[in-house]
């Protein structure tokens, strides 16, 4: 009887996530755009009634009330920011409502004229690597922060690469990737864009040519990069379905290291934060990467405050060394998402931070020799943490219900408490028994799990 009942919450799990999107025998069958019929039901579609934060309020549409002239097909960083409005400083407030299709891979590096440009091409021409390096090493420069004409022209520099990869998207806008979309080296921004829909995308390397040194950023200084593979900032009702983070052939594993640290290149995958709120993030794959989510920038209580409620539901995080997320001041429900952990280079999972209100309920961890229970959560200054129903597993050892809290508290000072002050209520379809979870996500989290 057990087993009947747990084969029909992943049958109905299945369901939930492809719905009337599953695809019969016709339908590859094209309009005149190219797509399939599922493709642009696909483009049409709005967030479901009580699925997280981005349903409140008004809900989330994005561009469904795009009118024809305002369905488009790129395959080209040019056409994208076309299709975005045609002005990539202006395309964040073109509130047009604006449906597009992504095809093949667009490269944030891409000159209008469809040659790929290097970090070289971007560089002020009074910056290069070779001088920073000399002019800033420790040994030389001493702990304090660079200044001067060459750090003056490394900030010029990056203004150049914001200009390129940094791709910006304004309100009622739905992006869906068909199958095989990347979105490579670039940052999609939504700043003060309200009511965005992003879906079905690998994103991948969002390298940052030109890494700041920060030689006080803890006790041996730290390399820092400023572009994140989605950034979610000001902004409201934005729903993160179906989409793969990944640093694809270009992994920080693979990087130099430089005064005794780590050149970093990359920095978040989905961040969200500078009072963005009304976030749900589902069905995603966050694969080997090292920072994934940062709700909430600063500590400075302020703005933030009574923002940055974000919903984490169904999504994989494989390989990932920290913020998984890391939240301040939002109450941030995460629920049936799959943790697969470990490595030496592994940090925690979830990060309690100022004010931070997290309600985490029937997730799944699957731990690497090494790590605990006890690693999963980590005191970024937080007091609080509501958690129910989590399971882990460590090692070899069978799968087993686990108090995140209960681990935590036993190894570390001073105690977080139990009660984060509120109850999730925006849910869509029933919450899985956390040892289903591993299987339902595995299978449906992720680009290309969507039937285009």
């Not at 309920?361 to 690693?375: I, M, P, S």
């Amino acid at each position: 009887m057990r087993s009947s009942r747990l084969t029909a919450a992943v049958v109905g799990s299945l369901l939930v996530v492809s719905g009337a999107l599953v695809a019969p025998a016709t339908a590859s069958a094209h309009g005149k755009d190219g797509l399939s019929w599922v493709a642009r039901l696909l483009g049409r579609q709005v967030l479901s009634a009580d699925d997280g934060w981005a349903a409140a309020g008004p809900g989330t549409t994005g561009g469904s009330a795009a009118t024809a002239d305002q369905v488009h097909v790129v395959r080209t960083r040019a056409e994208l920011v076309q299709a975005l409005g045609g002005d990539n400083a202006t395309n964040r407030t073109n509130a047009t409502p604006k449906i597009i299709y992504v095809k093949g891979v667009v490269d944030g590096f891409e000159h209008v004229d469809g040659q790929l440009l290097d970090c070289a091409d971007l560089a002020d021409p009074e910056y290069s690597l070779d001088a920073y390096l000399a002019a800033y090493d420790p040994a030389v420069w001493g702990r304090v922060a660079p200044s001067g004409p060459l750090e003056q022209a490394r900030v010029r520099s990056v203004a150049n690469q914001t200009r390129q990869t940094q791709i910006n998207v304004g309100p009622n806008t739905t992006i869906v990737g068909l199958r095989g979309a990347t979105l490579a080296g670039l940052t999609l921004m939504v700043d003060t864009a309200n009511n965005v829909i992003v879906r079905n995308l690998t994103f991948a390397d969002a390298r940052d040519c030109f890494p700041a040194w920060s030689p006080t950023d803890g006790d041996a200084g730290n390399w820092n990069s400023q572009f994140d593979l989605m950034s979610v900032r000001r902004s409201e009702n934005v729903w993160v379905d179906h989409n793969t983070f990944t640093d694809g052939d270009n992994p920080d594993s693979g990087l130099p290291v430089y005064f005794g640290r780590p050149y970093m290149v990359h920095d978040g995958s989905l961040d969200v934060t500078h009072t963005a709120s009304r976030v749900t993030a589902s069905y995603n794959r966050f694969v080997a990467r090292d920072k994934v989510m940062l709700i909430g920038s600063s500590n400075t209580v302020g703005p933030d405050v009574g923002r940055l409620d974000v919903t984490l539901h169904h999504n994989l995080f494989e390989g990932t060394m920290q913020r998984l997320p890391r939240v301040r001041f939002g109450r941030v429900d995460i629920y049936n998402n799959a943790y697969r952990l470990g490595g030496d280079a592994f940090g925690y999972a979830i990060g309690i931070g100022v004010q931070s209100a997290v309600y985490a309920e029937n997730n799944h961890f699957t731990l690497g020799d090494g790590v605990t229970a006890a690693d999963l959560l980590y005191d970024w200054d937080g007091t609080v943490l509501t958690e129910r129903g989590n399971w882990a597993r460590e090692g070899r050892k069978p799968a087993r219900p686990v108090s995140l809290l209960a681990a935590y508290n036993a190894e570390h000072e001073p105690d977080l408490g139990g009660d984060a002050g509120w109850t999730p209520t925006l849910r869509s379809g029933p919450v899985l028994p956390a040892p289903l979870v591993p299987l339902v996500v595995q299978a449906l989290a992720g680009a290309g799990r969507l039937p285009v």
